[in-house]
């Protein structure tokens, strides 16, 4: 990626009315068989369409495939009894009926491969895929088998790892890892979350990000914002462990948070992931705000290690403001760019 600033999303962007009900997380399928696959992946192609039109660098398949950033992924494993359900509190947030692992968890066959292989296709771009993290997965389920968080991490990170290396052979540029339960559980993320990142990251050629985050803009998630004060300084356990792993790029919040900016001092020599885009908003931002975020930015970290992007992903936003969202990105970032080439060149 030679382009200074390269701007990327996230992750999810709405589905298409016609293949899911618009802004609802996890909404249902419309379609059915050969009619679902095919749905699909004219979704994947609009998406990646709206993100080359509006200038994205760095093309993502905006989830278009997935109902749930995590469910999707586990469903296609063996070792976990959707049937069987018990209600467990999500990142101690809000309570859901979520399966039960029953023995050994494994993964019989590649879960996002032929997607990936699908969106390849689509353009010449850098592509990112986007997994989710060994912590995240396992607070997602009530565990009957292992009844150990660091046991079931590392199996999931050894799953994880499997899948990545086969998405990097499909031709995926960048691999993301979504861990918002490293904002969380600070303990475990000392213990054993980063190692089980590293597992899960181990051997690949294509870049790694870990996306950090406030998740999406739902009640539960605005309900817990609301507690924690006016300075977020939760990367402030994580950054100095991820600044010494082996992760190449850290996805985080910033635009309209009350995260601390300096605390991006703390993973200097990482790429940063920056989120200039409020995903909680359906106020489309300026170019100037978000230009005057990345500005910000810059002070702690370096013009070429700086991916401007969202906060998390756009999927519970309306079409056209997540889509209206793209083209504020690269237009912010199209500023700074400038700014930075006229101060190269003098
Ligand atoms: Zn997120």
Redesign the pocket.
């Known amino acids: 990626m030679h382009t200074l600033l390269p701007t990327a999303i996230?992750?999810s962007l709405p589905k298409p009315p016609w293949l899911a009900e618009p802004e609802t997380l996890w909404s249902p399928w419309k379609l059915q068989g050969d009619a679902l696959v095919e749905g699909k992946q004219d979704a994947l192609r609009i998406a990646v369409q709206e993100q080359r039109q509006r200038g994205i660098h760095i093309v993502s398949d905006g989830e278009q495939t997935r109902q749930h950033f995590v469910t999707t992924f586990i469903e296609h494993l063996s070792g976990v009894d959707f049937e069987q359900r018990e209600t467990v509190r999500i990142r101690n947030r809000y309570d859901a009926s979520v399966p039960t692992v029953v023995g050994a968890v494994s993964r019989e066959k590649s879960v996002f491969v032929d997607d990936a292989k699908f969106l390849r296709q689509q353009t010449d771009q850098p592509i990112k895929w986007a997994l989710p993290g060994p912590m995240t997965m396992i607070d997602t389920l009530y565990d009957r088998h292992y009844k150990s968080r660091e046991k079931l991490a590392w199996e999931f990170a050894t799953i994880l790892n499997q899948e990545a290396r086969e998405l990097e052979a499909a031709g995926v540029d960048i691999i993301q890892f979504?861990e918002?339960a490293f904002n969380v559980f600070f303990d475990d993320v000392q213990d054993w979350g980063i190692a089980a990142l590293e597992r899960a990251a181990e051997g690949l050629r294509a870049e790694t990000v870990v996306?950090i985050?406030y998740?999406?803009g739902i009640q539960a998630n605005t309900d817990w914002k609301k507690t924690l004060g006016s300075e977020w300084r939760q990367y402030e356990k994580s950054f100095p462990l991820l600044q010494r792993s082996t992760i190449d790029i850290i996805s985080l919040e910033s635009h309209h948070s009350h995260v601390p900016i300096d605390l991006i001092e703390l993973i200097r020599g990482k790429k940063v992931m920056l989120g200039a885009i409020d995903v909680a908003s359906d106020t489309i931002e300026t170019p100037d705000e978000v230009a005057d975020t990345l500005r910000k930015a810059l002070e702690f970290v370096d013009a070429d290690k700086l991916i401007p992007s969202t906060?998390?992903?756009m999927a519970p936003l309306p079409r056209a403001v997540a889509f209206e969202k793209l083209s504020a990105l690269t237009a912010g970032a199209d500023i700074v760019r400038d700014e930075l080439s006229a101060a190269y060149s003098l």
Do not use: I, L, M, R
Request: net charge negative; charged share 10%; proline share 9%.
């Open positions: 996230v992750g979504d918002p996306h985050c998740g999406y906060n998390c992903g």
